[in-house]
């Protein structure tokens, strides 16, 4: 088992910054693939972006690109999102998650554990 807890979210203007941080307890920390997703009010749960297990390998949704930048510090059993120029649209509920494929993968089915969530609200 691994717990995931997310922190960092809140209330920020649009243009502004906000980081959130994910962390992890249980097994190794660095056996796991991480990932953010999101959701919106009334929208699916969305993939972010993604790290692997060294933290050498990133990949993002295109929306965020640019933007977002997702990091890990396996010393420290801890991901990061730093999130800048926010934009209204990214309002929702992001989640970390983790998961044991080796390739960048976005699907949802793909990531085993999952945290409880923390709200980013972007106001225009």
């Known amino acids: 088992q691994v717990q995931l807890v997310e922190s960092g979210g809140g209330l920020v203007q649009a243009g502004g910054s906000l980081r959130l941080s994910c962390a992890a307890s249980?097994?190794?920390?660095?056996?796991?693939?991480m990932g953010w997703f999101r959701r919106a009010p009334g929208k699916e749960r969305e993939f972010v972006a993604t790290?692997?297990?060294?933290?050498?390998?990133?990949y993002y949704t295109d929306s965020v690109k640019g933007r977002f930048t997702i990091s890990r510090d396996n010393a420290k059993n801890t991901v990061y999102l730093q999130m800048n120029s926010l934009k209204p649209e990214d309002t929702a509920v992001y989640y970390c998650?983790?998961?044991?494929?080796?390739?960048?993968?976005?699907?949802?089915?793909?990531?085993?554990?999952w945290g409880q969530g923390t709200q980013v609200t972007v106001s225009s």
């Open positions: 249980g097994r190794t920390f660095s056996d796991y693939r």
């Open positions: 790290i692997s297990r060294g933290g050498v390998s990133t």
């Open positions: 998650a983790a998961s044991s494929q080796r390739t960048p993968v976005v699907s949802i089915e793909r990531y085993t554990y």
